[in-house]
Every structure is written in structure tokens, then in C-alpha cells.
């Protein structure tokens, strides 16, 4: 069973930066996805980026140009860096891993809050 642990989430200034962080631990076996997803009050839970074992990475197209993910493997983490942020970006940010099983199993951090507010 995998356990994700997200931090680095708070309060921040538009047209500032934060960077999540998201350590899983257990076993995580490839190929595997790791990403990150957000949730606004009144929306639906939304893929903001991913990246999977082979490196291939994903963005949504609101993001893209302003937040980078990277995979640290040895340390079984994920990051999120993110620049220029507005408030639009203000939502729960959850973590994400996706392993492949029998079919593909789904795993989800507890969720660490972005507020980018003025």
C-alpha cells in the first residue's frame, strides 16, 4: 500500500511562488504516474500536472509555462514548482500516484491548501 504525504502549500501573493512537495512511501512499482491534481470550491477535481516513470510529462494548458514537475526516484518524491501565480491557482492541491497492477491503481495525498490572495 502506498502512503503520500504532501507539504509546501500556504498563502502567497499573486505573482509569487510555491513549491509542493509530495513523499510517498511503500512500495511503487513501474510503469507508475505521478502528478499533481486541484480542487476549487464549486469544481470538479482537475489534472494539473504529471509526469510518469519513462519522464513523459503533462500540463494542463492553464498551467503550462508556470509551473514545472519534477520526480526525485530515489527519494520516492514528487515537487511542484510554481511561479507566477494568480489567484485562479487558489485551490486544494492533491497528490497523485498511479501504479500498474493488475490494472492501475490510484493513490491520493491528503491534500495541502494554495491560497494566492493579495
Known amino acids: 500500500q502506498v502512503q503520500l504525504v504532501e507539504s509546501g502549500g500556504g498563502l502567497v501573493q499573486p505573482g509569487g511562488s510555491l513549491r509542493l512537495s509530495c513523499a510517498a512511501s511503500g512500495s511503487i512499482f513501474s510503469p507508475n504516474v505521478m502528478g499533481w491534481y486541484r480542487q476549487a470550491p464549486g469544481k470538479q477535481r482537475e489534472l494539473v500536472a504529471d509526469k510518469t516513470s519513462g519522464a513523459i510529462t503533462n500540463y494542463a494548458e492553464s498551467v503550462k509555462g508556470r509551473f514545472t514537475i519534477s520526480r526525485d526516484n530515489a527519494k520516492n518524491t514528487v515537487y511542484l514548482q510554481m511561479n507566477s501565480l494568480k489567484p485562479e491557482d487558489t485551490a486544494v492541491y492533491y497528490c497523485?500516484?498511479?501504479?500498474?497492477?493488475?490494472?492501475?491503481?490510484?493513490?491520493w495525498g491528503q491534500g495541502t491548501q494554495v491560497t494566492v490572495s493579495s
Open positions: 497523485n500516484v498511479n501504479v500498474l497492477g493488475s490494472s492501475w491503481f490510484k493513490y
